[in-house]
Every structure is written in structure tokens, then in C-alpha cells.
Nanobody
Framework: QVQLVESGGGLVQAGGSLTLSCAASGRTFSSYNMGWFRQAPGKEHEFVASIRWSGSEAYYTDSAKGRFTISIDNVKNTGYLQMKSLKPEDTAVYYC????????????????WGQGTQVTVSS
């Protein structure tokens, strides 16, 4: 059974940094892609970034470029989302997700999802 478990969320002041982690288990993920999404209250799931499990071919949404860095430790099967220069509008529940194949930016294109971790950025 595939499990994705996020951690690292919390409360941070604007301009601060957080690193989210996503521990994956339950199968061999070498052909998979990890994505990060976020959902603010009353809004749809928004794509943030994705990366091949090998660590190559990362993609970012425009709002994440230059501030967020996605990475993966494929030995530990753990993905990371380093976030810096955080803004109040980054406040959301952040989810990691996994699917086979790279390039998907829609929530429903992924096969597995974590339970989410709350990130709150105060002004």
C-alpha cells in the first residue's frame, strides 16, 4: 500500500523559510514523479512543483520559481520542498503526490496523495 506522509509545515513570518518533507513507501518509485500541490481555503488544489524520482526534470509554477526548490532523495524515498521568501499568499495546506510520468500539473492526474501539512505565513 502506497503511503505519502508530509511533514515540516508550520507558522512562519513573511520573508521566512520552511522545508517540507514527503516520505514515500509501499512500492518501487523509480518510474514515478513527485509533485507538490497546495490548497488555500475555498480554493482548488494548485500545482506548485514536480520532479522525476531520479531527481531530474523539475517543473515549477510561476509563483514558485526562484523561491521554492523541489528535490528528492531517491535512496530514502523522501522528497523535499524548500520554500524561502515566503509570502502570506503562500498560506495553504501543502500536499505531496505521486504518479508515473513527468509533467502532470493537475491534482487528478496523480495516483497517490499525502494527507497534507499546513503552512501559515503571517504578515
Amino acid at each position: 500500500q502506497v503511503q505519502l506522509v508530509e511533514s515540516g509545515g508550520g507558522l512562519v513570518q513573511a520573508g521566512g523559510s520552511l522545508t517540507l518533507s514527503c516520505a514515500a513507501s509501499g512500492r518501487t518509485f523509480s518510474s514515478y514523479n513527485m509533485g507538490w500541490f497546495r490548497q488555500a481555503p475555498g480554493k482548488e488544489h494548485e500545482f506548485v512543483a514536480s520532479i522525476r524520482w531520479s531527481g531530474s526534470e523539475a517543473y515549477y509554477t510561476d509563483s514558485a520559481k526562484g523561491r521554492f526548490t523541489i528535490s528528492i532523495d531517491n535512496v530514502k524515498n523522501t522528497g523535499y520542498l524548500q520554500m524561502k521568501s515566503l509570502k502570506p499568499e503562500d498560506t495553504a495546506v501543502y500536499y505531496c503526490a505521486a504518479r508515473q510520468g513527468i509533467g502532470a500539473m493537475r491534482w487528478r492526474q496523480y495516483d497517490f496523495w499525502g494527507q497534507g501539512t499546513q503552512v501559515t505565513v503571517s504578515s
